[in-house]
């Protein structure tokens, strides 16, 4: 898909307005974005920039203090990381928490492997 053909269709993921503020620091002001089908977006900048604030306000690590989502036209509420995860959203961060000894496909499932049905899955997985 060429970069005209992506910039008529509507955005896959649409952010208006987010803000977050953490007493009186403002750690994102006013966040607008649209992501459409197959364009990949990089969110660059600055220590202390936002960046991070941006990422978990669509996993739902950090609930914005203003502003609305779009997933596929429809508003979305992620209040939690489940939430997003029932939407779609999700994110590996940068961070030291995988297991070496895995590979990366294990890492990314780590947490939802499949689990017996009934009490015996909720035991033992």
């Known amino acids: 898909m060429t970069q005209s053909q992506s910039g008529s269709l509507p ?6 307005g987010l803000t977050k503020h953490y007493a009186h620091v403002v ?17 660059i900048g ?22 609305t989502l779009r997933l596929n036209g429809e508003a979305v509420q992620c209040r939690s990381p489940l939430d997003a995860r029932d939407a779609g959203i999700e994110t590996v ?4 928490g ?11 499932y780590l ?3 499949r689990r017996r049905a009934g009490i015996l899955g909720t035991v033992f997985r």
Do not use: H, W
Not at 30 to 42: K, N, S, T, V, Y
Not at 46 to 60: E, M, Y
Not at 98 to 108: C, F, G, R
């Open 27 to 43: 750690a994102m002001d006013d966040c607008d974005f649209d992501l459409r089908p197959g364009e990949i977006l990089a969110v």
């Open 11 to 16: 955005p896959v993921l649409e952010a208006r």
């Open 46 to 67: 600055d220590n202390g920039a936002g960046k991070s604030t941006l990422i978990k306000s669509l996993t739902g690590a950090v609930i914005p203090d203003a502003g």
């Open 111 to 113: 947490g939802r492997e």
């Open 93 to 96: 961060y940068q961070e030291l």
């Open 98 to 108: 995988v297991a070496p000894a895995l590979d990366i496909s294990q890492n990314l």
